[in-house]
């Protein structure tokens, strides 16, 4: 025991001998100068300083040359600077390795996700610029390479990828472009961003690359409204889509930060459709107002709310310049709508309800990208320059349609309102958002819907038709999708666009339209097109299916209605079906309260280019219900058909007597369920159906 005391005594002592042979170096204030050039390991630009190190003080004023961060982690792992500071008017500039596999990314052998500059420090005050534009992938490089690459979202040539919670991958180069690098500053105590903090993409005529990543990591983050993030995809001028924005996370346990972050997409002057889609913002802590209040957002991301994010009562949501994508599985309820200036919003997986008034558009133009399913609303506006994109969901049966558990004919936007006005170069567009290619019922190289495509069948309903159109073939030829608005008043002097998508090898089929208003006015467009090729031997889709059913006072025209098959050239697919009801059920209602209604099915006439079908209601009230139902072919020739009737709403065993051009076909009963049905009703080409019950008090003897 003794001798084992006296060797850790003997070790002590030679410590501490050493120690005080050894000079301590104590942590210093080191100051960029810049002397020589532009390089950070070239100890002449750091004055009579070595270069920083653990503990140092890093300052870096704005001088003639600024420097160049070589990729990699600074001071290194396990160590940290003291404070780093860049000074208002400075550009640090922050290279990217492309040529490292980046695991914590997701990147492997061969997928490399490439790394860019990490800052370590106790605290960092950022006034002028870390700068990692195009510091990413080369041209041609990156696990989101293509003509318009992909980083933090997806583009119709390529997928995302990278880590949403803490990102540290170069964004993916275009044909032509680099993409955005990367920077990551991991401070224990408080990051102040009163600057910029960048790695965007860029692009040129036809191409465009992704933006790169942007991780703060930090006790306390504060700046004021000068400061920036941004990691913006690359715009292009041509007809292709830009470059999708990156990545950026913010992780603080409090924040202070007046400034701003965005991850938009690249933007395209020439063609709206080929905006990049916005990359993610990851800000767990970020808070949201609870309950009441208006929410404005002010920068462009996918935002991804924590698992128990919880819910949210929100009086108005405005969005103005953003693009706003909401993630995760918060319950958001919003109040009022408003979209403006290049505005757009979608969510997925979020349960969210809209219940007021919606404005869309001007000034300039905004989307709002509409999940598949019912929306009960107050007066919706699509003014100018707006949109309102409706989306589908093929997983949906959809039985009123006729679709069965394995062939499902899938389900597009209902909008419920008090009134829709759609002005002149606002739209309804659901071009390509039904069943993707090779997908659908009709699904064919030339799908079919209402009209058969050049090799896709038909299906769904004429008379209020829910099904999404079927695809065709990839890469564009995607079914149109599936809208109907019923409301008090609809004002149509825009658009409402439902056509099939259009590929030179094969195109997919119109979707549907089908509008309830108790007055419809207007002069615009609606049309469910099936895509076209314009090749001899491509094939094109089918037309889709539009149904009017429109009260007293109505005026807008059946000949604003296009359903024509895609056409190619020398040869065009079928024309789809229209139905127009004039209808006069106002104030009728059946035992339940709700309004009596009338549903049609009528037989598939395979040898009609087309079906058009235009009914009359001459006669609607308790005692007596009287239409006259007109079939003719897209060339308004006489079309012989038969139709199946159902009266839903009655009174449940409720009888009455049923002619049909003025003849008697006998007596019959509602069911149980309060719905008269008539069947094999023949139109050649039209006929009238009259349906009497007896009033009130009648006394009927049957002798």
């Given at each position: 025991m003794k001798k084992t005391h006296r060797i850790r005594s003997i070790a002590i002592l030679a410590a501490i001998i050493y120690a005080m042979a050894v000079p301590y170096t104590m942590a210093a204030t080191v100051t960029w100068t810049g002397t020589i050039?532009?390089?950070?390991?070239?100890?002449?630009?750091?004055?009579?300083?070595?270069?920083?190190?653990?503990?140092?003080?890093?300052?870096?004023?704005?001088?003639?040359?600024?420097p160049t961060i070589p990729a990699g982690t600074w001071p290194s792992e396990a160590t940290r600077y003291g404070s780093f500071s860049v000074s208002n008017g400075a550009v640090v500039t922050c290279l990217g390795d492309p040529t490292a596999t980046n695991a914590a990314s997701g990147g492997s052998a061969g997928d490399l996700h490439g790394i860019g500059v990490t800052i370590r420090c106790t605290s960092a005050t950022i006034s002028g610029t870390m700068d990692a534009n195009l510091q990413g992938f080369p041209n041609y490089e990156g696990p989101g390479y293509s003509r318009s690459a992909a980083h933090g979202a997806s583009t119709i040539y390529s997928e995302p990828y990278g880590n949403l919670e803490y990102p540290t991958a170069l964004g993916s180069g275009s044909d032509t472009q680099?993409?955005?690098?990367?920077?990551?500053?991991?401070?224990?105590?408080?990051?102040?961003?009163?600057?910029?903090?960048?790695?965007?993409?860029?692009?040129?005529?036809?191409?465009?690359?992704?933006?790169?990543?942007?991780?703060?990591?930090?006790?306390?983050?504060?700046?004021?409204?000068?400061?920036?993030?941004?990691?913006t995809g690359g715009g292009i001028f041509g007809r292709n889509w830009a470059g999708t924005g990156g990545r950026v996370a913010l992780i603080y346990e409090t924040s202070?930060?007046?400034?701003?972050?965005?991850?938009?997409?690249?933007?395209?002057?020439?063609?709206?459709?080929?905006?990049g889609a916005a990359g993610t913002l990851w800000e767990p802590k970020r808070v949201w107002p609870r309950s009441g209040g208006t929410v404005t957002i002010d920068g462009s991301y996918q935002y991804h709310f924590t698992n128990n994010a919880g819910s949210f009562v929100w009086d108005e949501l405005v969005i103005d310049?953003?693009?706003?994508?909401?993630?995760?599985?918060?319950?958001?309820?919003?109040?009022?709508?408003t979209l403006t200036n290049n505005a757009l919003l979608y969510w997925n997986d979020a349960d969210v309800t809209l219940s007021g008034d919606v404005y869309v558009g001007s000034p300039r133009t905004a989307q709002f990208l509409a999940p598949a399913g019912s929306y009960t609303l107050g007066d919706v506006l699509v003014a100018s320059g707006g949109e309102i994109m409706p989306l589908g969901d093929t997983s949906a049966t959809n039985a009123s349609s006729g679709g069965i558990g394995g062939d499902p004919h899938g389900i597009g936007v209902s909008l419920v309102c008090d009134s829709v006005t759609i002005e002149s170069d606002g739209?309804?567009?659901?071009?390509?958002?039904?069943?993707?290619?090779?997908?659908g019922p009709g699904a064919q190289l030339g799908a079919g819907y209402g009209g058969q495509g050049q090799t896709g069948a038909t299906y769904g309903r004429l008379s209020r038709p829910s099904a999404l159109g079927s695809g065709g073939h990839v890469p564009t030829g995607s079914g149109g999708g599936a809208i109907?608005?019923?409301?008090?008043?609809?004002?149509?002097?825009?658009?409402?666009?439902?056509?099939?998508?259009?590929?030179?090898?094969?195109?997919?089929?119109?979707?549907?339209?089908?509008?309830?208003?108790?007055?419809?006015?207007?002069?615009?467009?609606?049309?469910?097109?099936?895509?076209?090729?314009?090749?001899?031997?491509?094939?094109?889709?089918?037309?889709?299916?539009?149904?009017?059913?429109?009260?007293?006072?109505?005026?807008?025209?059946?000949?604003n209605i296009t359903v024509r098959g895609g056409i190619g050239t020398l040869s065009q697919a079928d024309t789809g079906t229209v139905f127009v009801a004039t209808t006069s059920l106002?104030?009728?209602?059946?035992?339940?309260?709700?309004?009596?209604?009338?549903?049609?099915?009528?037989?598939?006439?395979?040898?009609?280019?087309?079906?058009?079908?235009?009914?009359?209601?001459?006669?609607?009230?308790?005692?007596?219900?009287e239409w006259t139902d007109e079939s003719r072919n897209a060339g308004l020739a006489a079309l012989n058909n038969t139709v199946d009737y159902r009266l839903i709403g009655l009174v449940a065993g409720q009888g009455g007597t049923v002619y049909t051009n003025g003849v008697s076909i006998g007596n019959i009963s509602a069911d149980g369920n309060g719905v008269f049905s008539i069947s094999g009703v023949t139109l050649s080409p039209s006929a009238t159906v009259r349906i009497e019950f007896p009033a009130p008090g009648t006394v009927i003897l049957i002798q």
């Amino acid at each position: 025991m003794k001798k084992t005391h006296r060797i850790r005594s003997i070790a002590i002592l030679a410590a501490i001998i050493y120690a005080m042979a050894v000079p301590y170096t104590m942590a210093a204030t080191v100051t960029w100068t810049g002397t020589i050039d532009d390089d950070w390991t070239n100890t002449s630009n750091w004055g009579s300083n070595p270069l920083p190190t653990d503990g140092d003080d890093v300052i870096i004023p704005d001088e003639t040359n600024d420097p160049t961060i070589p990729a990699g982690t600074w001071p290194s792992e396990a160590t940290r600077y003291g404070s780093f500071s860049v000074s208002n008017g400075a550009v640090v500039t922050c290279l990217g390795d492309p040529t490292a596999t980046n695991a914590a990314s997701g990147g492997s052998a061969g997928d490399l996700h490439g790394i860019g500059v990490t800052i370590r420090c106790t605290s960092a005050t950022i006034s002028g610029t870390m700068d990692a534009n195009l510091q990413g992938f080369p041209n041609y490089e990156g696990p989101g390479y293509s003509r318009s690459a992909a980083h933090g979202a997806s583009t119709i040539y390529s997928e995302p990828y990278g880590n949403l919670e803490y990102p540290t991958a170069l964004g993916s180069g275009s044909d032509t472009q680099f993409g955005g690098g990367a920077i990551a500053i991991l401070a224990t105590g408080t990051v102040t961003l009163n600057g910029t903090l960048s790695a965007n993409g860029i692009g040129d005529n036809n191409r465009a690359s992704a933006g790169g990543s942007l991780l703060v990591e930090c006790n306390t983050f504060a700046g004021a409204a000068t400061g920036l993030v941004t990691a913006t995809g690359g715009g292009i001028f041509g007809r292709n889509w830009a470059g999708t924005g990156g990545r950026v996370a913010l992780i603080y346990e409090t924040s202070t930060y007046a400034g701003s972050a965005t991850v938009v997409g690249g933007g395209n002057n020439n063609w709206e459709w080929g905006k990049g889609a916005a990359g993610t913002l990851w800000e767990p802590k970020r808070v949201w107002p609870r309950s009441g209040g208006t929410v404005t957002i002010d920068g462009s991301y996918q935002y991804h709310f924590t698992n128990n994010a919880g819910s949210f009562v929100w009086d108005e949501l405005v969005i103005d310049g953003a693009w706003f994508e909401i993630h995760g599985n918060p319950t958001i309820e919003i109040g009022n709508l408003t979209l403006t200036n290049n505005a757009l919003l979608y969510w997925n997986d979020a349960d969210v309800t809209l219940s007021g008034d919606v404005y869309v558009g001007s000034p300039r133009t905004a989307q709002f990208l509409a999940p598949a399913g019912s929306y009960t609303l107050g007066d919706v506006l699509v003014a100018s320059g707006g949109e309102i994109m409706p989306l589908g969901d093929t997983s949906a049966t959809n039985a009123s349609s006729g679709g069965i558990g394995g062939d499902p004919h899938g389900i597009g936007v209902s909008l419920v309102c008090d009134s829709v006005t759609i002005e002149s170069d606002g739209q309804i567009n659901g071009v390509g958002s039904g069943f993707p290619t090779w997908q659908g019922p009709g699904a064919q190289l030339g799908a079919g819907y209402g009209g058969q495509g050049q090799t896709g069948a038909t299906y769904g309903r004429l008379s209020r038709p829910s099904a999404l159109g079927s695809g065709g073939h990839v890469p564009t030829g995607s079914g149109g999708g599936a809208i109907r608005v019923a409301a008090d008043t609809v004002t149509l002097d825009g658009t409402i666009d439902l056509d099939g998508g259009s590929d030179s090898n094969g195109s997919g089929s119109g979707g549907s339209v089908w509008i309830e208003a108790g007055v419809l006015t207007g002069n615009g467009k609606i049309q469910a097109r099936g895509g076209s090729t314009g090749s001899n031997n491509a094939r094109n889709g089918g037309g889709g299916r539009v149904a009017l059913e429109m009260g007293p006072g109505s005026s807008y025209a059946a000949t604003n209605i296009t359903v024509r098959g895609g056409i190619g050239t020398l040869s065009q697919a079928d024309t789809g079906t229209v139905f127009v009801a004039t209808t006069s059920l106002t104030g009728v209602f059946g035992a339940s309260g709700s309004t009596v209604s009338l549903e049609s099915d009528y037989a598939d006439n395979a040898d009609a280019l087309g079906i058009k079908v235009t009914r009359i209601i001459t006669s609607w009230n308790h005692l007596i219900y009287e239409w006259t139902d007109e079939s003719r072919n897209a060339g308004l020739a006489a079309l012989n058909n038969t139709v199946d009737y159902r009266l839903i709403g009655l009174v449940a065993g409720q009888g009455g007597t049923v002619y049909t051009n003025g003849v008697s076909i006998g007596n019959i009963s509602a069911d149980g369920n309060g719905v008269f049905s008539i069947s094999g009703v023949t139109l050649s080409p039209s006929a009238t159906v009259r349906i009497e019950f007896p009033a009130p008090g009648t006394v009927i003897l049957i002798q």
